[in-house]
DNA sequence: ACCTGAACACCGTTCAAGT
DNA sequence: ACCTGAACACCGTTCAAGT
């Protein structure tokens, strides 16, 4: 847990810092949400003066963008060169996992927002040398990265959504189901138990399996 | 192209309704984009006051909700029922891909927002339908219908940042490259040509084969 | 049932003034 | 170089009043 209100503290405070107001962003979204941001807030939990952020960052976009390239530098990519290329393609997918499950309500943010520092390269520069490694020439490294991009992206995103979904009923959310045409969704009413159960952790590794698996069995050149 | 700005004439204008203050949003959104949507431009759209959104809207989220089902109603899914079910599921991922093209600035909406309508789960319902008729159990066939969705959501969702990286760059992009530390991105330099090179369809069609291909010989129990 | 204007509590950002 | 308060042009939404 960290101390974010030193609003009422009256002594000496560190000097203000383009870091702290980022970091101080990360922690509001966290606890309130992304629509709880502002300028204003961020200056509160602080304690200066709105207009003092503007020494540090041009404006509430640039802010948001620092977020976003904090949470992606925060990505943990260490994943022993020993190991076989698959289970670093498996590491780094989800090492991205990971960062989107220690932010939740920051994901959105980073979603929408360029990163903008090279620091968020460094999964694209693992991605391309696991795939090198693999005997895979530049230009399908380069579509390899991109569809564990997607699929990392896309798993989270699929997530956040599934849960805002079921997450807020009670029991199974067989509920959810009752009031469906039995005509026009036959499927979706036959597998209710299936698409209320939350076990987001077997879908996630269902689908990199499935990508991994065919990655193995791709023609190479080297 | 549609008309919009009927403000100006005074004559009859048509009932005030949900459907059109959803049609108008859309439009303000793909002009001028999400930032740029508020209850108040909206309404002056319509010619209409702001207040009045209220008898058909209960507010601004719950129109942008709107937003996300109208785009997702519009998915095409007339896949021909006489395809095997591998070309029915690339229909299906390609569907989802045609809106995100026919609507690209309100795809920030459609991610953020649930679908609260059964037309949201026609898609599901198709998805679910094909897998088992390809032989999948019914626990299978859900675990394929989210890996299919991650990856079209993701897929998607990395594309317009990559537009957003790189379009407005002269040339191929290579001087976004040059100020790169040569021992940190090896790989990222050595493969800048192909990492500048904008072609999403092949880019997209590289991850949906991989899936495709993946599912085809999994096993079945049918 | 539907529409409306005024009002309230917020926004991001510019500017001029301070140290 | 950094901080600040006042001001401007916006927001979403409540409320009371109209038809």
Redesign the pocket.
């Known amino acids: 847990m960290t101390r974010t209100a030193d609003s009422g503290r009256a002594g000496r405070r560190p000097?203000?810092t383009r870091a702290r107001i980022v970091h101080a962003a990360i922690g509001l979204i966290e606890r309130e949400g992304a629509d709880?941001?502002?300028?204003?807030?961020v200056a509160g939990e602080l304690g200066?003066?709105?207009?003092?952020l503007?020494?540090?960052v041009p404006?509430?976009?640039a802010l948001l963008q620092g977020v976003a390239e904090h949470i992606v530098a925060g990505m943990d990519l260490d994943c022993g060169p020993d190991e076989p290329w698959t289970g670093r393609a498996r590491a780094l997918v989800r090492a991205f996992r990971k960062v989107a499950h220690d932010h939740p309500r920051c994901m959105n943010v980073v979603f929408t927002h360029r990163i903008g520092t090279s620091a968020g390269l460094r999964p694209a520069e693992r991605a391309l040398a696991l795939a090198e490694s693999a005997g895979f020439d530049g230009e399908t490294s380069v579509r390899i990265m991109r569809a564990l991009l997607a699929y990392a992206l896309g798993a989270q995103l699929r997530e956040i959504g599934a849960v805002r979904k079921f997450d807020r009923l009670p029991g199974d959310g067989a509920e959810e189901f009752a009031r469906l045409d039995p005509d026009e969704f036959p499927h979706v009413i036959a597998l209710a138990p299936q698409l209320a159960r939350h076990d987001p952790e077997t879908d996630f590794e269902f689908g990199l399996d499935l990508l991994v698996n065919a990655l193995e069995s791709l023609p190479r050149s080297r």
Do not use: F, I
């Open positions: 000097a203000l709880a941001l502002s300028m204003r807030r200066v003066a709105v207009m003092s503007y020494n540090h404006n509430k976009d």
